[in-house]
């Protein structure tokens, strides 16, 4: 197979690994920067131009659209699909994994565990939205942020509201949602190639730090999901109409609450706390659809 990766850098763990991955199973790599891409529209001729001539002969393509740059990446991998490319997570899939909003939204429609979630444009009554949840403390998202960035936790009804009218102050959207406290600042990953979940691993904040994202310092381990946990990330996978996810999760009294469906989960991680090649797992993905 001919197969494109789509990443603005091929030095980047994930990106390395599913090359090598694929190398080793002697398939054709090229590693594209989605964001160098020209896109070119005529009657039943999609074309994609990059660094001097056209995209051809792929049989697939793997998008890495990093969060920023959502909205140019998703147009790349809609133009592969046009070009009859197999992409490995499709363009709707990836603008609805974007949207936190909306994932949340077709989770609970889909009767996935959530924690009880709030969201109100510029809320002019904090306290009523504070009461809602449940009171503080509570965990307030801008619904832009990634990696942990723009997650505050309240620990009070006074800061929450603070925090409130200072985010909208700045006119930046916020979600709220009920702090799950016996779930100890840690949370699951589980990721999910194609319907099976391929490996596991549990996710501890730092001290005195309740967010668990490894990009800000906390450490992984291996775990073995229990079957409501399994059952609830692949139903969550399904919902979000993705093939390939990360789906994070909080082990709480009434059982996993999904925080996030990622549609473009990082290899680093859950590769060195399991062990697993989940790269391969992801290429076979590839093979068996195309």
Do not use: W
């Not at 009218?165 to 702090?179: W, Y």
């Not at 840690?186 to 999910?192: C, E, H, L, P, S």
């Not at 996993?256 to 790269?279: C, F, M, R």
Request: with cysteine; glycine share 8%; aromatic share 6%.
């Amino acid at each position: 197979m001919k197969i494109a990766i789509l990443s603005r850098n091929s030095n980047l763990y994930s990106t390395s690994r599913l090359v090598e991955a694929a190398e080793k199973r002697k398939h054709e790599v090229h590693v594209i920067d989605h964001t160098k891409c020209s896109i070119e529209l005529e009657k039943k001729k999609p074309k994609l131009y990059y660094k001097g001539s056209y995209l051809e002969g792929f049989d697939a393509v793997i998008p890495r659209i990093g969060a920023s740059v959502t909205f140019f990446g998703t147009a790349v991998v809609r133009q592969f699909e046009m070009m009859k490319v197999f992409t490995a997570t499709e363009s709707q899939a990836l603008m609805r994994s974007r949207d936190k909003l909306r994932s949340l939204q077709l989770l609970a429609r889909a009767g996935v565990g959530l924690p009880k979630t709030v969201f109100t444009n510029y809320t002019k009554d904090p306290e009523h939205l504070i009461e809602t949840i449940g009171g503080a403390p509570l965990v307030l998202k801008l619904l832009e942020g990634t990696q942990g960035l723009g997650v505050v936790l309240a620990e009070t009804k006074n800061a929450a509201t603070s925090v409130i009218e200072a985010f909208n102050g700045l006119g930046a959207r916020v979600i709220a949602q009920e702090f799950i406290k016996e779930a100890g600042g840690a949370d699951i990953r589980a990721f999910v190639v194609d319907g099976k979940i391929v490996g596991a691993m549990k996710r501890q904040g730092k001290e005195g730090e309740f967010r668990s994202n490894l990009h800000r310092g906390g450490s992984a381990s291996i775990i073995e999901l229990s079957e409501e946990e399994e059952y609830t990330a692949l139903k969550a996978t399904k919902a979000m109409g993705l093939a390939i996810a990360g789906v994070d999760m909080l082990q709480s009294s009434t059982g996993p609450l999904v925080l996030e469906v990622n549609s473009s989960p990082g290899l680093e991680g859950i590769e060195s706390a399991t062990q697993k090649d989940i790269a391969k797992e992801i290429i076979r993905y590839l093979e068996l659809n195309v």
